[in-house]
Structures are given as C-alpha cells and as structure tokens.
C-alpha cells in the first residue's frame, strides 16, 4: 500500500507529496488509487489533517498527511475501504468501494 519508490516526498516525512500528479509510470488499468480533499463542515481545505486507510474489517492499513490545500492519496487494492480524518476543526469518515483506477473521495471534519 505504498507509493511508487519514484513519488516526490513531502518534506520531513517518508510519505509522497499529498499535492504532486500522479507519476507518468502508474498504470490506472491495474493501479487502485484513492485521493481527495478533507474540509471542515465549512467547506474551506483542512492543511495538516491525519488521514487514515481503514480496511473493511476497520483495521488501520495506513496514514498521510493532508497537503496544505487539505489533499491526500493512498494507494491500494481494490474493495471497502474507509477513510478516516482526524484534525484541529474535527473528525470524519468517508467509505468507498474502490475498484481499478482513481477514486475521489471528498471527506468532511466537523466538530
């Protein structure tokens, strides 16, 4: 469930840049990509929230960290996925069911 070793970083972290395309080397004919933006129940862009990749069991299957425009992105396998959000303006859940492909998944935080 990681990204291609090619993905830029973000600084100080080991996970991709939240904000960067897609790498030209991703095949979205067998890739499942999951991506999106948090935001509050404002609807203004959560910079800086924790996003967490929980499988359809609820266990947690990995973390990012939101850009400052509030994207994240996780790559994965096909099936029931929930997204979970956890920032300053609150917390929000998000499911998706997620085959080959991107899948955009707005996700809300409130209070």
């Given amino acids: 469930m990681t990204a291609p070793a ?5 600084a100080g972290c080991a996970a991709p840049d939240q904000a960067a395309p897609l790498p030209a080397s991703i095949d979205l004919e067998k890739e499942t990509v999951i991506t999106g933006v948090v935001r509050s129940a404002q609807g203004d862009a959560v910079p800086g929230a924790y996003v967490r990749l929980l499988d359809s069991t609820g266990e947690f299957t990995a973390e990012v960290v939101t850009s400052p425009a509030g994207q994240f992105r996780f790559f994965a396998a096909p099936g029931n996925w929930t997204l979970r959000a956890l920032s300053r303006h ?3 859940d998000a499911a998706v069911t997620a085959g ?7 996700v809300t935080v409130t209070d």
Avoid: F, I, Q, Y
């Fill in 90 to 92: 609150g917390n929000g």
């Fill in 6 to 10: 090619s993905a830029a970083t973000a």
């Fill in 100 to 106: 080959r492909g991107v899948h955009e998944v707005p």
